[in-house]
C-alpha cells in the first residue's frame, strides 16, 4: 500500500509539473528594454516609471515643507517637482534667513518632473535658527522650503 501512495504521489506531480509548463514566460531575451527603460507599444519610455495623470502642471513645489539639519551634516540636498513639460526649463533659487536677507542664490534645471538644489556648507548655519530656500521658476509663483539647524548632537 506504501508503494501505491508513492505511485499515486508521483503521478499527481509530474502531471502538476507538466500544466505549470504552460504558464511559463518563455518570451526572448532580445524584447526585453535596454538600460531600466520601459516599453509602451513600439516605443522605449526614458525611465521606467512615468507620469499618467499631471497632477503636478505648472506647479512647483518641494518634497517637503521643513528640514531640520543635525549639527554633523556638512551638505544638504533638497528635492523637488515641477511640470514635467518644462523640462530643460531654469529654475532661480534664493536662501534667506529669517529676518528676509540674501544669503545665497543660484539656478538649477527641471528635468524629467523634477529638481535639485545643493547647499554647502551647512554647517555655516547657526543653530536653532530658520533659514528659507526659496525657488521660482519663470514668472510662475514660488515656492519655499524652511531649514533649521538643529543644536543637539
Keep these: 500500500m506504501n508503494t501505491r501512495k508513492w505511485s499515486n ?29 520601459a516599453m509602451v507599444g513600439h516605443q522605449q519610455l526614458a525611465s521606467p516609471v512615468d507620469v499618467i495623470d499631471r497632477i503636478n502642471e505648472g506647479k512647483l ?42 544669503l545665497g542664490e543660484g539656478f538649477v534645471s527641471c528635468e524629467q518632473g523634477g529638481f535639485m538644489v545643493a547647499l554647502a556648507p551647512v554647517q555655516e548655519f547657526e543653530c536653532g535658527a530658520s533659514y528659507s530656500l526659496v525657488a521660482q521658476l519663470g514668472v510662475m509663483e514660488s515656492e519655499a522650503v524652511e531649514i533649521r539647524r538643529s543644536c543637539i548632537r
Design 61 to 102: 513645489s518641494f518634497m517637503q515643507k521643513s528640514v531640520a539639519v543635525r549639527p554633523e551634516v556638512e551638505s544638504l540636498v533638497l528635492n523637488g517637482v515641477c511640470d514635467p513639460e518644462q523640462s530643460g526649463a531654469t529654475l532661480r533659487w534664493e536662501l534667506r534667513d529669517s529676518n528676509n536677507e540674501d
Design 9 to 37: 504521489l508521483s503521478v499527481i506531480s509530474a502531471l502538476g509539473a507538466i500544466l505549470l509548463v504552460g504558464y511559463q514566460n518563455c518570451a526572448p531575451a532580445s524584447n526585453a528594454p535596454r538600460g531600466g527603460a
